[in-house]
């Protein structure tokens, strides 16, 4: 195997070759998913960046068609960068995205329409002569200004948007409103903004159900049962932060909840290497998708280089509302499972009990998926939680405590992409806590020790995010985690806490890579159920 495909995933979705970062207007549209995404058609590195384009009719094989949209006119000249696809009510889908008219990275924001809406694929677009269609007045710093949303209709049947900006650190969501689509005015208050947050890239803005798990159109008006979610990416850190809250269509503001707190002690989607997401409702199954960008962690231009790629998207999650109101669910599209290998390994009641680790055999566990719920009889021996640790992010104490350092209730969990000695692996993990008033779970993706290789450039965060969850009743938590070659993308609790991580392993790869569940706790833990699968690779060309 070359040093080029070592590395590169299956399932995941990506173009042959080259470099790709955020996805561009997913949607919906006579049968057809498109996702298009930030490509650089000439290299493995940031840059010369056009709208590439992919068409699938189930999220999981894709045609890699023409790009839709590249540099060429005065308002876009340098660089088109990410922006959102609305479907007008005559069924004609329109396209924004920002457009940069200069060597200093100003920007603009720009429409596509497709020329022949009876091609099934929709694959030439037109940039019409009157672009750019918004311009930044004089009081917005014209290189914050870009990422335009999906477009809602309020009652009065004007059209809004979203652009993300920044103004004296204070990042915020400016809000446009136009009846044509055309011409557009700028609200003179933005939709939301929080100070010190930095520049908000790719803001999404979309409402939730109370009710049920279905996804909610842009558009949606009912009141009742329905809150609104804004997202947005923040440059200073690069993780995405999201808030749930109440959106007052009169005055066209966001108020997030009390509890809903903006920036960096924030809520996030994925508490891994997950940035500039973006979600679209879909009609055909009546739910709320949400896309995102994995990044590369071995960050040193030459290996990008060397493998010729860099950048994938993670797996596109179905999200809707937690039934508490206070937070979002998230959860592999159920299509993902028609690539499981019909084989699967099952193991039930299994006790682990401390220090005990056994390897799940008989699948290729470089490409897997694994869904797996724990229980303990107690809550006793959860580790004390310092107080001092309440002001560290969850990776912190991730970072501290580990998974082979000995706990109480935890850790527990997977050792995925393992060597057979385990020189290398990530583990995916549980550590209990209990705080003053509490317990707190920790879950962490910990990619310390997954690869041998030396190399100072190589990103290895302790991710970790805590998981909202009342074990006192149910003494129950679970865990999926989607492998595949350099990435493994979990989900805890049923996809209330996300971590993806990206990885590099040199002795764990193809047929060389293990899998193992693990405790090293004091407590007892049952395996209630363990199912695992191979998968499969689906086409994309
Ligand atoms: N990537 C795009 C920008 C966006 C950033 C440029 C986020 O539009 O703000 O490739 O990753």
Redesign the pocket.
């Known amino acids: 195997i070359s040093v080029k495909n070592v590395h590169r995933t299956g399932f995941h979705f990506q173009p042959p070759k080259h470099w790709i970062?955020?996805p561009n207007a997913p949607m919906y549209y006579n049968g057809v998913y498109h996702l298009f995404y930030?490509y650089n058609p000439k290299g493995s590195v940031?840059g010369n960046?056009v709208w590439a384009h992919s068409v699938s009719k189930d999220l999981i094989n894709w045609i890699h068609l023409e790009p839709a949209i590249y540099p060429s006119k005065k308002f876009d000249k340098y660089?088109a960068?990410?922006?959102s696809a609305t479907i007008l009510p005559n069924n004609k889908p329109i396209i924004l995205y920002?457009g940069v008219v200069d060597s200093h990275d100003s920007q603009v924001q720009n429409y596509a329409i497709p020329a022949n809406l009876s091609d099934p694929f929709l694959r030439k677009w037109i940039k019409p002569n009157n672009n750019p269609l918004i311009v930044p007045d004089n009081s917005i710093n014209k290189t914050k200004f870009?990422?335009p949303t999906t477009a809602w209709m309020g009652q009065d049947g004007l059209w809004r948007i979203v652009i993300?900006s920044m103004r004296n650190h204070r990042g915020m969501a400016l809000v446009y409103r136009s009846r044509d689509f055309i011409k557009w005015t700028k609200a003179q208050h933005p939709l939301h903004s929080s100070p010190h947050t930095g520049n908000w890239?790719?803001p999404d803005f979309f409402p939730v159900s109370l009710k049920n798990t279905n996804g909610l159109d842009a558009s949606y008006r009912g009141k009742k049962n329905v809150k609104h979610v804004l997202k947005n990416?923040l440059?200073v850190n690069r993780f995405e932060y999201y808030t749930i809250g109440m959106y007052d269509t009169k005055k066209d503001r966001y108020i997030p909840d009390n509890n809903s707190i903006d920036g960096s002690k924030g809520l996030r989607l994925d508490y891994g290497n997950f940035?500039?997401s973006k979600s679209f409702y879909d009609l055909m199954k009546n739910r709320r998708i949400v896309w995102g960008?994995t990044n590369e962690s071995d960050v040193l231009p030459d290996d990008e280089i060397k493998k010729g790629w860099a950048g994938i998207q993670a797996i596109p999650r179905k999200v809707w509302l937690d039934p508490s109101g206070k937070q979002l669910i998230q959860w592999p599209i159920e299509e993902l499972e028609t690539l499981r290998k019909q084989k699967i390994i099952q193991l039930n009641n299994k006790k682990l009990s401390k220090g005990e680790m056994f390897e799940v055999k008989g699948i290729s566990a470089s490409q897997a998926d694994i869904e797996v719920s724990f229980s303990f009889s107690s809550l006793n021996k959860a580790e004390q939680f310092d107080p001092k640790w309440a002001d560290l992010y969850a990776q912190d104490v991730c970072a501290i405590k580990g998974s082979t350092i000995q706990g109480g209730l935890g850790p527990f969990g997977l050792a995925t992409l393992a060597s057979k000695n385990l020189e290398e692996y990530t583990p995916v993990f549980f550590r209990v806590f209990k705080a003053q008033k509490n317990y707190k779970v920790l879950m962490c993706s910990d990619a310390r020790r997954s690869t041998m290789r030396q190399n100072e450039a190589m990103y290895k965060p302790s991710f970790a995010g805590y998981v909202d969850v009342d074990l006192v009743d149910t003494k129950k938590l679970s865990l999926r985690s989607l492998i595949d070659n350099s990435v493994v993308e979990s989900f805890g609790a049923g996809g209330k806490t996300c971590i993806t991580s990206r990885v590099y392993p040199t002795l764990a790869i193809h047929n060389n890579a293990h899998l193992f569940v693990f405790n090293n706790g004091s407590e007892t833990i049952t395996i209630e159920t363990l199912n695992a699968w191979s998968m499969d690779v689906p086409k994309m060309h």
């Open positions: 970062n955020d930030q940031w960046i660089g960068w990410s922006g920002t870009r990422d993300g890239e790719c990416s440059d940035y500039a960008w």
